[in-house]
């Protein structure tokens, strides 16, 4: 069933492309990009499933036998945000439904639509009724957030979403010990160091990884750090390539970005261009609002000679906003990479074979890229350490999240 609505997934791909733009404001490509990732976790988990082995277990005691049965860990209550609306559900389905559980999702306030579609394509692949239930909310959404945290039905949380939201709903969870995965905000630290061979893929990476989804994604680049040397090379070239973007509404043809969320968002990058501004760090491209094409539109901003008294420095932007700082040595990057109190993706650009180890094994985040900005696969393990939270999604550790390990002792034998 899960394949089928793979399939079914990937033969309406363009009406969910659709959906997605229009509620959620990317360019109609990128859209179409996240459908395919969004199947391919149904896909990915329709092969797992069978692979749920348990074990079978010498033991201690003469005359015992162990084996452990591994049991779905039953009805799961997920809470997704509106930045994926097709991808961060499926991605916590897929896994939930493969290893026997049933689930109730909240989609999220914004951007409901897309997971009212996959839900009506799930009744399509012939899941049963009371399999997937999918739970809208908007103003009342703490009240729903409430229910699906402490009723003693649910027996797992799985949410993604904003660190302080988390809390709440972790303390909320604690009330009935609920099993809980948590994936929460980043503030990605890309790291460019001048033994780079290639400085333009380094700029290609960090462009891909900062503006990707107008800079809407939660291992976003939100700190560059490019070593002295280069730096100027690197903030030119920078520059050159954002100004070839072409904001504008997701369905016009040509569009490389869209808008932000909503007006709260703007605000905040609003917040954090000034403030980066008033203690010295120089525009060199955007950093106002696109007024002229509507209220949540932003130009692509690239920020030069940031410091690390600056905002964005400490805080996720959650828009498309790169702040450029330049560093020394690979030891001082690496104690400011490692500052954030969330620890989320982190990224580098590096041709020495050494310090590609090196540094992948200091930074303090759960996943980590090399010479490319794009991490996200089905097949690597997704989630952060720190105040980024636990669990892993996708990847064959993606349905452990969902699985309950029972032990089972035969004596007497
Ligand atoms: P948010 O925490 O405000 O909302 C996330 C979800 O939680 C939404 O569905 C929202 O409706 C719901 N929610 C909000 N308050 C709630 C409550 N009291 N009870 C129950 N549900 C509640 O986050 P956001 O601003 O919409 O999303 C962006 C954040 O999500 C960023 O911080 C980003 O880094 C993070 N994010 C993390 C990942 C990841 O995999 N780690 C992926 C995408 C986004």
């Known amino acids: 069933?899960?394949?089928?609505?793979?399939?079914?997934?990937?033969?309406?791909?363009?009406?969910?492309?659709?959906?997605?733009?229009?509620?959620?404001?990317?360019?109609?490509?990128?859209?179409?990009?996240?459908?395919?990732?969004?199947?391919?976790?149904?896909?990915?988990?329709?092969?797992?499933?069978?692979?749920?082995?348990?074990?079978?277990?010498?033991?201690?005691?003469?005359?015992?036998?162990?084996?452990?049965?591994?049991?779905?860990?039953?009805?799961?209550?997920?809470?997704?945000?509106?930045?994926?609306?097709?991808?961060?559900?499926?991605?916590?389905?897929?896994?939930?439904?493969?290893?026997?559980?049933?689930?109730?999702?909240?989609?999220?306030?914004?951007?409901?639509?897309?997971?009212?579609?996959?839900?009506?394509?799930?009744?399509?692949a012939g899941i049963p009724k009371g399999v997937v239930n999918i739970v809208t909310a908007d103003k009342n959404v703490a009240e729903v957030g409430e229910i699906l945290t402490t009723h003693p039905?649910?027996?797992?949380?799985?949410?993604t979403g904003s660190t302080n939201v988390g809390k709440l709903l972790m303390k909320q969870a604690s009330s009935t010990v609920k099993k809980v995965s948590w994936e929460l905000g980043g503030n990605a630290p890309f790291i460019v160091f001048d033994d780079t061979k290639d400085i333009d893929a380094a700029v290609a990476g960090a462009i891909a990884s900062k503006f990707r989804s107008s800079g809407q994604t939660c291992v976003c680049a939100n700190r560059i750090y490019v070593q002295k040397n280069i730096y100027d090379e690197f903030v030119a070239k920078f520059t050159e390539k954002v100004k070839g973007f072409k904001l504008g509404p997701g369905f016009e043809d040509g569009i490389t970005h869209g808008p932000v969320i909503h007006s709260r968002a703007i605000d905040k990058v609003e917040q954090h261009v000034r403030d980066a501004e008033s203690k010295g760090a120089r525009v060199t491209v955007g950093g106002k609002r696109a007024t002229e094409l509507g209220d949540n539109f932003y130009h692509p901003t690239v920020l030069a000679y940031m410091t690390k008294d600056m905002q964005l420095a400490s805080e996720e932007t959650f828009g498309p906003v790169a702040g450029l700082f330049p560093f020394?040595?690979?030891?001082?990057?690496?104690?400011?990479?490692?500052?954030?109190?969330?620890?989320?993706?982190?990224?580098?650009?590096?041709?020495?074979?050494?310090?590609?180890?090196?540094?992948?094994?200091?930074?303090?985040?759960?996943?980590?890229?090399?010479?490319?900005?794009?991490?996200?696969?089905?097949?690597?393990?997704?989630?952060?350490?720190?105040?980024?939270?636990?669990?892993?999604?996708?990847?064959?550790?993606?349905?452990?999240?969902?699985?309950?390990?029972?032990?089972?002792t035969f004596g007497g034998i």
Not at 45 to 56: L, M, N, V, W
Not at 386 to 393: A, T, V, Y
């Open 1 to 124: 069933m899960l394949r089928r609505w793979y399939q079914l997934m990937v033969d309406n791909a363009d009406d969910l492309a659709t959906l997605v733009t229009w509620e959620n404001g990317k360019p109609l490509a990128d859209a179409k990009g996240e459908v395919m990732y969004a199947a391919s976790f149904f896909e990915w988990f329709s092969e797992e499933a069978p692979r749920i082995y348990g074990d079978t277990i010498p033991s201690s005691v003469p005359g015992n036998r162990i084996i452990t049965l591994r049991e779905p860990v039953g009805v799961c209550g997920l809470i997704t945000p509106w930045n994926f609306p097709a991808a961060m559900i499926t991605r916590k389905i897929g896994p939930a439904l493969a290893a026997g559980c049933t689930v109730v999702a909240k989609s999220p306030g914004e951007t409901p639509f897309t997971a009212n579609a996959l839900a009506e394509l799930a009744h399509r």
């Open 153 to 159: 039905d649910i027996r797992k949380v799985s949410f």
């Open 328 to 408: 020394e040595t690979e030891e001082e990057v690496i104690k400011l990479a490692n500052k954030a109190e969330v620890g989320l993706a982190g990224y580098f650009f590096s041709s020495d074979v050494k310090r590609c180890f090196r540094v992948a094994e200091a930074l303090e985040v759960g996943m980590v890229g090399i010479n490319t900005g794009l991490i996200s696969d089905v097949a690597s393990p997704f989630g952060g350490v720190k105040q980024s939270g636990f669990g892993r999604e996708g990847s064959k550790y993606g349905i452990e999240e969902f699985i309950v390990t029972k032990s089972v």
